[in-house]
């Protein structure tokens, strides 16, 4: 369940970058998640919430949101971007779990439907990012 290692990760970085930019409370994270990264979302919502450090009051009453982000290959060949509802066949879960662990595999799975060609860039779906922190309080601009 590596979920519970990823929420404990994303919380720490939120609370460092909190503090980093003078927040007192910390009312949202938003973090998107990558198509590629195969998280079971429900669960790492769940871990985001276990991992909160108890006595902290910087996060108290936090809400975590996440967001999810589709991924979208750029082929190398003819330029063409798509995503994997443009393929006809989508890898299986086998498959998707070795792009999760080495996403560079997906060129051994996936093939541009325009062209055929398995040379492409992925420019979104991957990684788990901190995207936001909502909070009042310091020198946040905005802050009531």
Do not use: N, W, Y
């Not at 989508?90 to 998707?96: L, R, S, V």
């Not at 080495?102 to 788990?128: Q, T, W, Y």
């Amino acid at each position: 369940m590596h979920e519970f290692a990823l929420a404990d990760a994303v919380v720490k970085a939120a609370v460092r970058a909190a503090r980093e930019a003078g927040i007192d409370r910390v009312e949202a994270v938003v973090v998107r998640v990558g198509e590629l990264q195969q998280i079971a979302t429900d669960l790492f919502e769940f871990s985001l919430t276990q991992v909160l450090p108890p006595s902290d009051p910087l996060l108290e009453g936090a809400r975590f949101v996440v967001e999810r982000e589709a991924v979208v290959f750029r082929c190398r060949v003819c330029g063409r971007e798509f995503g994997t509802g443009d393929l006809g066949e989508a890898p299986g879960a086998d498959e998707a779990e070795a792009v999760h662990f080495i996403p560079e595999l997906a060129h051994a799975f996936v093939r541009c439907p325009g062209c055929g060609s398995p040379d492409f860039d992925i420019l979104a779906g991957r990684g788990v990012t901190l995207e936001r922190i909502e909070g009042r309080g310091g020198d946040l601009p905005g802050s009531p």
